[in-house]
């Protein structure tokens, strides 16, 4: 009998298959354990080769230098409804004003809602003399169509209610035209009653469509000759409310002979002095709220309005001026500016209020002075000592955020030590112009160092580093015509050839954003994208929606692609 060939009674051959076996094995585990690896960690890609963006600023000269003008938990301990709780009584109250038209307004209502009892949304506008009540979004519409109440925003009183808060909500309604920016004459409207009764019957049918708690009125710009219509409008809001069980905060001017304080407190739940706007944008620059014309103030109002009728506003905002015209800013935004300016932050020791001066790229002055958390606590601290306990922030999102470490207890010992640490604001530094978008800088705190004097006010504030919020660069931008091609979702195998033989043939380069399980199926057709010199982007491997997936499953999806 022939012997077998591949017969192996001792089974070498086996044994070093068996290790070829083994080894490939160990390859292939090695593999994908390295392929799922680099599918859960992300690799940085170089920076791209394009210039930095800055604004053109620079600080202003010392011989150009003028010389100044001389989370939380509910602080509150009882479950008694806010807008019940005795103004100024031991159970200090605080309320804030919100606005649509900065989103930081709903970032910061987010995040410290349970440190506000009180909301005044600025969602009502009184533009025309027969009394509409209007909101707005890009334009102007009317609140009341065919009786029925139109929505005015769709993201407060639902977040609210989402979060069980216990922020009450009281719309606020002014005569500012808020796409202008100005404050519209309001004197034909109120020397008519019938106007007012048309805009008494609006305001109580808004009321009613939602778990609103009464009114926020603030009337402002108006000549003292319309006087008498205002406080009629006053007296009959207070019983159109007082008669649904809702309440009426008037908001007033501080030092304002025009305004008749007692009669308006008499005839209202409380009012708001508005303790802030020394200097406003229609004035020349200087101070926003002195410490000593803040306390006068309240010296003045307390001598006609008893404290239990009084909150004091505490303002958290700045102005940039150009001569006589200023324009209003956040407590951010006057950080960026000196950061950019490389000017340097000044606290004033005769106002206690900062500010700075630099120039712009055309080489025009500007002033800049603001209110940060500094002045509120010194405000507050005042206040206190006058006993008014009670505080309106002018307004959310614009503030110094480490405010709110204090906002609530603005009396403590260590309260100044808490705002020594500067956190960055709300909104994105855009700087450029294009749709390329690239983030040069995370957000980054920033530090002060305070001096208090023996009385516990705030002497002096050094800021040894800014506050930085994200920074995001934007390329592309053209003053020119200019066209930019892009493709999404392929390549497919039947357009993206042709598309590309066009491409070739007219010259053009274009950019394509690629799906990876597109790629997969023809990465021939994704390689002669790249080849032919078009710019690839990254379209996610299957094109989920990115804003409903968690951010490790969304780097899943780039690295995959």
Not at 106 to 117: G, H, N, R, T
Not at 353 to 365: C, G, S, T, V
């Amino acid at each position: 009998m022939a012997k077998a060939i591949f017969h192996d009674p001792q089974r070498k051959r086996w044994k070093r298959l068996r290790l070829i076996f083994d080894g490939a094995a160990v390859v292939v585990s090695l593999s994908i354990v390295i392929f799922v690896l680099t599918l859960m960690h992300s690799t940085p890609l170089p920076n791209l080769l394009l210039p930095d963006q800055k604004r053109p600023y620079h600080a202003i000269k010392e011989k150009e230098r003028r010389h100044p003008p001389k989370h939380v938990t509910t602080h509150r301990g009882s479950k008694t409804p806010p807008s019940q709780v005795v103004l100024n009584s031991a159970e200090g109250i605080r309320a804030a004003f919100y606005v649509t038209w900065d989103a930081g307004s709903f970032s910061a209502l987010k995040a410290y809602y349970p440190q506000i009892d009180l909301l005044f949304p600025e969602w009502l506008h009184l533009m025309t003399a027969d009394g509409r009540v209007q909101g707005v979004t890009d334009e102007f519409f009317d609140v009341i169509q065919n009786g029925k109440v139109h929505a005015v925003d769709d993201k407060v009183m639902p977040f609210l209610k989402e979060a069980k808060a216990e922020t009450e909500v009281f719309p606020l309604v002014n005569n500012y035209q808020p796409i202008t920016n100005e404050w519209l004459e309001m004197a034909p409207f109120l020397m008519n009653p019938a106007a007012r009764a048309n805009f008494r019957q609006q305001i109580m049918l808004f009321l009613a469509s939602d778990k609103y708690r009464g009114l926020s009125l603030d009337i402002e710009g108006f000549p003292g000759t319309a006087q008498p219509g205002f406080r009629a409008l006053v007296t009959e809001l207070e019983a159109d409310l007082h008669g649904r069980g809702l309440k009426l905060y008037v908001n007033v001017p501080a030092n304002d002979d025009d305004f008749d304080y007692r009669y308006l407190a008499a005839h209202s739940d409380g009012l708001i002095l508005m303790n802030y706007d020394q200097h406003s944008g229609g004035s020349k620059a200087g101070t926003i709220a002195s410490q000593d014309w803040f306390v006068d103030n309240l010296e003045t109002v307390l001598k006609l309005v008893p404290k239990e009728k009084l909150m004091c506003g505490i303002g958290a905002y700045g102005y940039d001026w150009v001569g006589k015209v200023g324009g209003s800013i956040s407590v951010q935004d006057a950080w960026l500016t000196a950061h950019d300016s490389e000017a340097e932050p000044d606290f004033d020791g005769d106002s206690m209020n900062p500010h700075f001066a630099y120039r712009d790229e055309k080489n025009q002055r500007h002033d800049v002075w603001w209110l940060d958390a500094v002045t509120a606590l010194n405000q507050m601290r005042a206040a206190q000592k006058l006993g008014i306990n009670t505080f309106a922030l002018w307004r959310l999102g614009s503030e110094d955020r480490s405010l709110w470490t204090v906002f609530d207890v603005p009396a403590e010992a260590n309260a100044p030590d808490k705002l020594k640490s500067l956190l960055p604001g709300y909104d994105v530094d855009m700087e450029g112009s294009g749709e390329i978008i690239y983030i040069e800088q995370r957000p980054q705190k920033g530090q002060r160092e305070l001096t208090v004097d023996a009385s516990g006010i705030i002497t002096d504030e050094t800021i040894d580093t800014l506050p930085l919020p994200y920074q995001v660069a934007q390329y592309g931008g053209s003053k020119g015509k200019t066209v930019a091609i892009t493709f999404d979702d392929g390549p497919d195998p039947d357009f993206t050839p042709k598309m590309l033989d066009v491409l070739k043939a007219k010259g053009v380069k274009a950019t394509f954003f690629l799906i990876g399980a597109q790629m997969w199926k023809d990465p021939a057709l994704a390689r002669r994208i790249y080849r032919e010199g078009h710019e690839i982007g990254n379209h996610t491997f299957y094109h989920p929606d990115i804003s409903n997936i968690s951010k490790q499953y969304m780097k899943f999806e780039l690295n995959m692609t």
